[in-house]
């Protein structure tokens, strides 16, 4: 059953005529053409899939796409602002803090979500949260790094 | 070539079982380069015909399968100048988060004398790239690299010749530098964009020089991923990112195991959800529609029947299986003579190492897109192999290759895994029936099910030392997890070493699904076994593990990085156990030799391991991106705490237990230990491989810490909790 969908995505308004029970991962996807939020797992357990609502991390794999009427959405192709990369994706991009790549969007989304909630975290912290997001490429020394490195930049404020 | 289950063989899984290094002449496996040329070539500074390393791969194709293909002897196949003084390199290989984008540039840029920002790589375009036998085996800088700087050297000889006329100065008074050629006295200049003018460029000059370790501009030198900002405001695309108009997205209906057999499928109820395309040919069964979401609804929709057989063996009985059917050994390398060996003897231990399956897991699953028009076909995938691709596409649809064009966007992890083509070749099929380019992107429970596994395994070892701590006698024999890694480089007099089933796709009746080549293939089980095996000959010594090596080890290369990273660890000798949690490892892999140096911490009420500190020092030759090789090794540290602590696929017969990530458990961030690496230096060697060696020591490294640390051997991998507790229990 299509229903009229409101939401913010990436700043802008976006109107969708759309199933809302459908996961807001495959709507990126495939009805919007964001590509950048990626399937891993579609059960919750690997994080490739982060978005921000309302500048928190949400897996968009198990939420409808009906839950985020009304909402702001970020993805990762919203983070940046013009060329200017947000100072998260600015350090994992000085720090190597990845390989193949594919888990990188999520990563960042949940990193900035943990910044905004945690200006200045302890390394427990980025760990006990960065947790649940999977990199099979094994560049988790260097994420923990870039994530200290951009919590520094940010000197404790919000960008 | 069949295999026992009926499928194709993969043509390259012969070839990719060999890491080049140990393999034997006479078996007329010619290494591409001999080490003489790599000499010429890496660095050596002797002029070498452009010609040899086509050739030489030519000659090694004959006998592994790709016929009549070969690396291209023109240099304008691996680059190209354009107008706008841009350089584009061009190579079959892909970018699969292992830095190649970043070190191909680096190489390319060096030796043309152009600004690495200027260097665009198109890598993995069968239309557009030289021919590649695929990206595995560590071979991309050992072996597609000396023919790529080559290409290179030989471009920039010509642009000088070229440079020469266009400015009336002899070619002895021309330099190049930033992508121009300038003459001696700075007053002329003649740009390569003004020389080539974005055309190929006809004139050739074989022989030309490669530069000389000391001539390296950036080649050496630390330098960042390329690909790095692409990948972190997610406009890198993969396959699964690819639209084309009217693309349908495919779900496929698969059995409930291996060993199911289909009997008939009720398809009514899901032809009723909206936008459906229902299509059955034979054992393919597909769901079609414009989201996969909905496509999934339609699946979920079908009512297959099967008949299931019962379950022959599971990931418990697996071993005894795999010993009963082992077929006969071969023997991999002996000399001396055990039975004197024996007598010499004053400890002989004996013990047998298993490991189970591991699934590769990358976190982009196998995915394709596949475009059908007319007799052309168009196939963008996840894939190691495009080449092979092309080749196994076209063969399905009855084409000539040349009809097929694979282009490989960035790729989501391989490990091995995305050698195997299937989901491709399933979204041609689909493509072709349907008239509409197809979509198949596997779902994790796909991945996890049709992945080929490394094999589950058995190595015995037999072997004794003297009063005086010297090796007399070493009797090893591998079952089913294949022969690289295998052979010993310990300087032990009488040693045998055997071989049961040398390959990873094991023998009829052996493996109940498939199994394939797994980062650094056979020798993460192989230097399991004899790494912990060296150890407890060490304990029983009663000599220092890391002294205990040193006694009983004349390579000099492996001496080196044993010594590196004892140095760096700050290792103080004391016998195992000593409660400390040290453990050491080294092995060789690729050409590269390494060791690694751990600590940890074991909870003897749990059982559990926490991995403080992993010190890894590394020779590989030439190392030409510093920074890229380290994070490769940091890389195949973290993967390996998993296949050493956790990873295992638990089964029954041909069903799959595990098809997501809450039951098969990836390394996570609280595993983490400190992690420093040593590149030893050795860039007047040829360059050697990065993307593997430093994974095969972790399930003896860290074995050998958990031994120091409370005097248990455990003799599975991976050590989980239980396994160690039952360790415990016996000692």
Known sequence: MRENVQLKLNGKPVSLEVDPGRPLLWVLRYDLGLTGT????????????????????????????GAVAGKEVTTIEGLARGSELHPVQKAFAEH????????????????????????????SQIIETMEGNLCRCGAHKRIIEAIESAAQAMGGGQR | ????????????????????????????????????????????????AFCIPGSLLAQQRGRRGGEG???????????????????????????????????????????????????????????????????????????????????????????VELAAEKLGVTKDRLKTRDGAVYDDAGQKKVTYAELAKGK???????????????????????????????????????????????MLCARILRPPSHDAKFLRVDTSAAREVAGTQVVQDGDLIAVLHESPDLAEQALARLKPEYDQPAASVDDRTIFDHLLKVAPPGETVAEGGNLGAGQSAAHHVVENTYLNSYVAHAPMEPHTALAKVEGNKVTIW????????????????????????????????????????????????????LTGKPVQVAWTRAEEFFYDTFRPAAVVKVRAGVTEAGLISFWDYGVYFAGE????????????????????????????????????????????????????????????????????????????????????????????????????????????????????????????????????????????????????????????????????????????????????????????????????????????????????????????NAVFDATGARVLQLPMTPERIKAALARV
Not at chain 2, 19 to 26: G, Q, R, Y
Not at chain 2, 216 to 224: E, I, Y
Request: aromatic residues 8%; contains cysteine; glycine residues 12%.
């Open chain 2, 200 to 246: 190929k460029i006809l004139r050739h000059l074989k022989g030309a020089p490669v530069e000389k370790p000391g001539e390296f501009t950036l080649v050496g030198k630390g330098l960042d991923r390329r690909d790095a900002v692409e990948k972190v405001t997610g406009r890198a695309k993969y396959a699964g990112d690819i639209r084309e108009p009217g």
């Open chain 2, 381 to 432: 995938a996840s894939t190691q192999t495009p080449f092979a691709l092309k080749d196994e596409a076209a063969s399905l649809l009855g084409l000539p290759a040349q009809n097929v064009r694979v282009i490989t966007p960035y790729v989501g992890g391989g490990f091995g895994g995305k050698s195997n083509n299937r989901q491709a070749l399933e979204a041609v099929r689909l493509a072709k």
């Open chain 2, 69 to 159: 293909q070969q690396l291209p002897e023109d240099f304008n196949a691996f680059l190209r100048i354009g107008e706008d003084g841009r350089v584009t390199g061009f190579t079959g290989k892909v970018e699969l988060g292992q830095g190649i984008i970043t070190s191909l540039a680096q190489m390319l840029a060096d030796e043309l004398d152009v600004p690495l920002e200027s260097v665009d790589m198109v890598m993995g375009d069968t239309d557009l790239c030289p021919w590649d036998r695929g990206t595995f085996g560590s071979m991309t800088t050992r072996f597609f690299g000396p023919p790529f700087r080559a290409a290179a050297a030989e471009a920039k000889a010509v642009l």
């Open chain 1, 38 to 65: 990626k399937y891993g797992c579609g059960e919750g357990h690997c994080g490739a899939c982060t978005v921000l609502v309302e500048g928190s991390a949400v897996r968009s794999c198990l939420l409808r796409v």
């Open chain 1, 96 to 123: 190597d803090a990845l390989q193949c790549g594919y888990c990188t969007p999520g990563m960042i989304l949940n990193a900035v979500s943990l910044l905004r909630n945690i200006p200045r975290p302890t390394r």
């Open chain 2, 484 to 703: 690289r890694g295998s052979q010993h480089f310990y300087d032990i007099p009488n040693h045998r070493t055997v071989a049961y089933s040398g390959g990873w796709t094991g023998v009829p009746g052996s493996h109940p699904f498939a199994t394939g080549p797994w980062r650094a293939p056979a020798n993460n089980t192989n230097t399991f076994a004899r790494e912990s095996h060296i150890d407890a000959l060490a304990a029983k010594a009663g000599i220092d593990p890391v002294e205990f090596r040193l006694k009983n080890l004349k390579d000099p290369r492996m001496r080196r990085v044993l010594e590196a990273a004892a140095k760096k660890f700050g290792w103080s000798p004391a016998k195992a156990p000593s409660g400390r949690g040290y453990g050491v490892a080294c092995g060789t892999d690729v050409g590269t030799v390494v060791a690694h140096i751990a600590e940890v911490a074991v909870n003897k009420q749990t059982g559990s391991v926490r991995v403080k500190r992993v010190v890894c020092a590394q020779e590989m030759g030439l190392c030409v991106n510093p920074e890229g090789a380290r994070i490769q090794m940091e890389g195949c540290i973290t993967m390996g705490l998993g296949y050493a602590l956790a990873e295992e696929i638990k089964f029954a017969g041909g069903k799959i237990h595990d098809s997501n990530f809450d039951t098969y458990t990836l390394p996570r961030f609280s595993w983490l230990p400190e992690i420093e690496t040593v590149i030893v230096d050795a860039k007047e060697s040829p360059a050697q491989g990065g993307g593997e060696p430093a994974v095969i020591c972790m399930g003896g490294v860290l074995a």
């Open chain 2, 1 to 48: 070539m069949k295999r026992h289950d009926g499928k194709q063989r993969n043509i390259y899984d012969e070839y990719l079982e060999r890491d080049f290094t140990d393999a034997p002449e006479s078996e007329g496996l010619a290494l591409p380069l001999d080490r003489r040329q790599f000499l010429q070539l890496a660095g050596g500074g002797i002029a070498v």
